[in-house]
Each structure stands twice: as structure tokens, then as C-alpha cells.
């Protein structure tokens, strides 16, 4: 009986397709993909939110089904039901890849051709999938549809594109003739930890004694600037998401990111109302460069919002010289920067401040960025994937104008073994000195309490 009536439907089904254009599938599967992504990026971009995605499903289920029926648009052999499904299969499920874009516990995936991709877990797990795809073609068509969400494109004339995927998802892809034409598409998907991690969870990782983490507190707290330094993964987003999370409520945060939002430093209380003072900005490219919009001109912007404290997600560009002209200046700079340790920090700002090119000598310059950023943090992760403080470095001009490197915290390793195959590393957190009195006066002025100073000065 149940078979009948289901034969009963299709019936009218076909019955309804004299009233409508019949298209063939791959043709109504490009019309209506393109309709949605041009749309309700805003909607498709929740589906990356593990906890919204079956709200969001449904939702793109209806935009769907209007967009067939506004246009009367129908499948041959196809329900109504069954071409919504396929639709959002084929747009917004991609293949194997699925299990691990929603999986939390995953922070990249990344394809080196269409048949060799890799997994890299939070734990430090790095894992060859035995998954692949059926061919290039296959590969190349599941990442169109991961960039299209973002409405991002890749194609002989653009063969480079990025794309951001949700509240924090980046996807990065190559294809030939830039990558060799065997390997199909290239791909790097990355999962940014937004989510603000507390000080007893980098006391339980060992990422840094508690010592550490209070200089680094009050520091951000009474006015002086801090950048943090490191290699991709090394942990310099977390660490900075947790500074800015021990500021006040009242005080003003101005966060400037290039292309996506990595810092979550909003605050709700029960009722879902916002309770601290933070404006969030990106940057935002354009082909006419007329219309970009790119971190140095909002870090310029930023300055009219008298903030108290502004964060530069990362400086890759000349906006270090902006940001250490605004940190000179009286404002609270907080930022990250890719460097080799943190004299070397010092070293990498220079050489991008100076693609400001700027009317100053480099000498002058350096002194410049010494004056901006006091307090160095080079953080790393180490062969066996533990992320840690590996030093806080103070930096100055003394009265003679010599510049001072002031080493406070390092990290020692003691011993490296391997257990098992895994890399297993034994080290120690050590003080090597307090801060300078040039600092602890600055700290003072900007009204630190004596007793927290008196602490910071220790040399033990």
C-alpha cells in the first residue's frame, strides 16, 4: 500500500512538470547554488557552527524549495523533495571531508593533491587519511563548493584563492597551472581557535608558570604594549585572546584581523546582552585596490574611536609602523608577528615598518619600535606538540641611548626522548631578572599598585 501511494505521488510529480522548466541536474544545480551563495552567505556560513547546523539546514531547505517554485524549475524522474536533497547535498556536504570540517578536535586539514591529504589533530596528532577522492575532477569540485560558501572563486585566471568559512574557518586553495596538474587542487582548510582559553588551562599545559602570565596581566592592564611572537600554530592567537580577555569591561578594545575573525572577546551576561566595550574589525580586499580595505587603514581609523587599547591581529605589512607610531603615542598596542625568538621580533617589525617607507633612518627606526613594544613574548611548539612561553623579553633605551635587552623568563629544555615513537620533552620555566626600573616607573605612572610592582621588580 505504502509503494502505491509513493507511486501516486511521483505521478503528480509528473503530472506539475508540464507546468515547469525542466532543466537538466547539473544545470539547476549551478543556478540554484549560485542564487544561495550570492544571497544567504550569511546563513550558509552557520552551517559551520556545530550547534546551529540543523536549524540552518532547514533553513537552506526552504530557500531551496522557494527558489524551484518561484521559478518553476523541476528534474526529470525527480521529486520535489528528492532534488531539494540532492541540491543540498552536493552544495553543502563535501564527501569525506565532512567528519573532519565539523569535527572540533581537528585544527587543519590539508591537501597536497586530490589523492594525499592530511589531518592535523589538537592533540597533536597528525594523521594520512586512506580517504581520497575518485579523481581531480572530483577533488577540485567539492572545493569550488567549499569556496563558493564564501563566495570566493578559483579558476585559470585566479588560481590562488582564500576564503573564510564560518565565525572560524579558513580555507586556502592553489590549482594548476601553479601546482603541478597531476596534484589536481592543493588545499589547506584551518580551524582558529577562537574560543578564549583561561590561565589555569595554560597552568595545567605547562605553557608558562603563573608568574609568567600575571607580568603579561598587568602589563596589558596598566598600558604597556606587547607583541607576541612565533610560527603558525605555535599559539600566539590563544595567548593573545586571553590578554584581552583580562581587561576590564569598561575599557575600549579595537581589534583590527585581516580577512576573518580570530579573536572572540565579546562578553554576555544571562540575559545575551553585551557587557564589555569591544569594536571588532577586518579587513576587506577588493580587485579595484581603490575600495580594499586593509589593516593599515583601519589601525588609522581606529585612533578617531579613542580606544584604550588596540590589537593588531597580526602585523604582516606596514601597518607595524602605524601600530608603533599609535603604540608611541600613548595607546596600549597589543599584536603578534612570525619571528624565530623574540631579539629576533625586533628585527622582522623592522623590516616591515620599513615598507611604510617612511622618512627616518633604520637606526632610528629600531629605536622607534624598541620604545613601542617594551615586552616581547616568543611562544613555540615544540616537537612534541606542547605550545610554550619559550621567552618574555623586555627591551629599552637607556639614558645614553643604548639599547637594552632585558631577559625576565626563558624556557630550558632539559632533556628529549623518544617513548614509544613519540617525542617526549622534559624542561623547566625559569626567571632569569625583573623588570627594569625604566619599565616599573611607566608601570607606576600608569597606576599599578606598589604591592603588584614590588613583585614584578624581584629578581627571583
Known amino acids: 500500500m505504502g509503494l502505491l501511494i509513493e507511486d501516486e505521488k511521483r505521478e503528480v510529480q509528473r503530472v506539475d512538470f508540464r507546468n515547469k522548466k525542466v532543466l537538466n541536474y547539473e544545470k539547476v544545480l549551478e543556478i540554484t547554488t549560485d542564487y544561495l551563495t550570492q544571497n544567504f552567505s550569511d546563513i550558509i556560513l552557520n552551517l559551520f557552527d556545530n550547534e546551529s547546523k540543523d536549524e540552518v539546514k532547514k533553513q537552506i531547505f526552504s530557500k531551496i524549495k522557494k527558489y524551484l517554485q518561484d521559478n518553476s524549475i523541476a528534474v526529470k524522474n525527480m521529486t520535489t523533495d528528492e532534488l531539494i536533497e540532492k541540491i543540498y547535498i552536493d552544495a553543502f556536504e563535501f564527501t569525506f571531508l565532512n567528519k573532519y570540517i565539523y569535527d572540533e578536535n581537528v585544527e587543519e586539514i590539508n591537501g597536497n593533491s586530490w589523492d594525499c591529504i592530511y589531518v ?17 575532477e572530483q577533488a577540485l569540485s567539492v572545493i569550488r563548493r567549499i569556496l563558493a ?33 597531476e596534484a589536481g587542487v592543493t588545499f589547506s582548510l584551518r580551524n582558529v581557535n577562537s574560543n578564549t582559553v583561561s590561565k589555569t588551562t595554560f597552568l595545567e599545559k605547562a605553557t608558562g608558570t603563573p608568574e609568567m602570565f600575571n607580568l603579561l596581566e598587568q602589563c596589558t592592564r596598566y598600558g604597556v604594549s606587547i607583541c607576541i611572537a612565533g610560527s603558525t600554530g605555535s599559539g600566539k592567537t590563544t595567548l593573545t585572546n586571553w590578554l584581552l ?16 575573525r580570530e579573536l572572540n572577546l565579546i562578553k554576555r551576561n544571562e540575559k545575551g ?16 585596490k581603490e575600495f580594499s580595505v586593509d589593516q593599515d587603514k583601519l589601525l588609522a581609523i581606529a585612533l578617531r574611536y579613542h580606544p584604550d587599547i588596540i590589537c593588531v591581529g597580526e602585523m604582516r605589512d606596514k601597518e607595524a609602523y602605524t601600530a608603533q607610531e599609535a603604540s608611541r603615542t600613548g595607546h596600549n598596542v597589543i599584536t603578534t608577528v612570525h619571528a624565530e625568538s623574540a631579539e629576533d621580533t625586533y628585527d622582522r617589525i623592522l623590516s616591515l615598518c620599513l615598507k611604510a617607507e617612511a622618512n627616518v633612518n ?26 610554550k612561553i619559550m621567552e618574555i623579553m623586555e627591551s629599552y633605551v637607556d639614558d645614553n641611548r643604548k639599547i637594552k635587552f632585558n631577559p625576565i623568563f626563558n624556557y630550558e629544555v632539559i632533556e628529549t626522548d623518544i617513548i614509544d615513537g613519540k617525542t617526549v620533552i622534559k624542561g623547566t620555566h625559569k626567571k632569569i631578572g625583573g623588570i627594569s626600573e625604566k619599565l616599573a ?20
Open 362 to 387: 633604520d637606526e632610528r627606526l629600531f629605536e622607534y619600535i624598541v620604545k613601542a613594544f617594551p615586552i616581547v613574548v616568543f611562544v613555540k611548539q615544540l616537537e612534541d606538540k606542547s605550545r
Open 149 to 181: 560558501i564564501s563566495n570566493n572563486r578559483v579558476n585559470d585566471a585566479e588560481p590562488i584563492a582564500l576564503g573564510e568559512i564560518g565565525k572560524n574557518k579558513r580555507i586556502t586553495v592553489i590549482i594548476p597551472p601553479v601546482v603541478d596538474e
Open 441 to 460: 616607573k611607566r608601570l607606576s605612572n600608569n597606576g599599578m599598585p606598589t604591592t603588584q610592582l614590588n613583585k614584578l621588580l624581584r629578581k627571583e
Open 120 to 136: 592535523h589533530f589538537s592533540d597533536g596528532r597528525i594523521a594520512k587519511l586512506d580517504e581520497k577522492f575518485q579523481n581531480e
Open 245 to 260: 580577555s583580562t581587561i576590564p569591561d569598561q575599557k575600549r578594545i579595537y581589534t583590527i584581523e585581516s580577512g576573518s
Open 273 to 288: 546582552e553585551i557587557i564589555n566595550n569591544v569594536i571588532s574589525t577586518k579587513t576587506k580586499e577588493n580587485k579595484n
